[in-house]
């Protein structure tokens, strides 16, 4: 009963402060390498990058 109990506080606490997900709007590519490490470096945030071939 107790895990059950303690299962269900840590859902509730995850589910009230977990971030909002956006509908995408908030969210650009950016094309220059460059560019994107310095915001990547100055925001503190990851950089993700994506190489991609088209045939």
Do not use: I
Not at 11 to 32: E, I, N, S, Y
């Amino acid at each position: 009963m107790r895990s059950r109990l303690a299962l269900a506080a840590s859902l509730l606490a995850f589910l009230a402060v977990r971030p909002a997900v956006g509908d995408g709007d908030d969210f650009h590519w950016r094309t220059d390498l460059a560019a994107a490490r310095e915001e990547a470096r100055t925001s503190g945030k990851p950089l993700l990058v994506v190489f991609r071939c088209e045939s």
